[in-house]
């Protein structure tokens, strides 16, 4: 696995882990904890890019009403938050 410090242990804002594995490599921001992968080094740190915009609020907006509706879901459905997280993921 490779990290973005030289310096051991040394926490940084900015830290990166990549590690190979099966036919592409897996990235993960340490500070975000947001975990993505590529076929390339380059397609990875994109996606990360990307992952990392997105889980801060910088990039993508919640869809509209409409939008739901386009793919099937019923906006009264679609809560966030409301409800106790099921249990595999507690």
Same mark, same amino acid.
């Given at each position: 696995?490779?990290?973005?410090?030289?310096?051991?242990?040394?926490?940084?804002?900015? !830290? &990166?882990?990549?590690?190979?594995? $099966? %036919?592409?490599?897996?990235?993960?921001?340490?500070?975000?904890?947001?975990? +993505?992968? /590529?076929?390339?080094?380059?397609?990875?740190?994109?996606?990360?890019?990307?992952?990392?915009?997105?889980?801060?609020? !910088? &990039?993508?907006?919640?869809?509209? $009403? %409409?939008?739901?509706?386009?793919?099937?879901?019923?906006?009264?459905?679609? +809560?966030? /938050?409301?409800?106790?997280?099921?249990?595999?993921?507690?």
């Amino acid at each position: 696995m490779a990290s973005s410090t030289r310096d051991g242990d040394l926490d940084r804002e900015d !830290e &990166i882990r990549m590690w190979r594995e $099966d %036919d592409g490599w897996v990235i993960t921001d340490v500070e975000t904890g947001v975990t +993505t992968q /590529g076929e390339t080094r380059e397609h990875a740190l994109e996606m990360l890019d990307e992952a990392v915009a997105l889980h801060k609020g !910088e &990039i993508g907006r919640e869809p509209t $009403d %409409d939008e739901l509706r386009e793919l099937g879901i019923d906006p009264e459905d679609n +809560t966030t /938050g409301d409800e106790e997280l099921p249990e595999f993921m507690q």
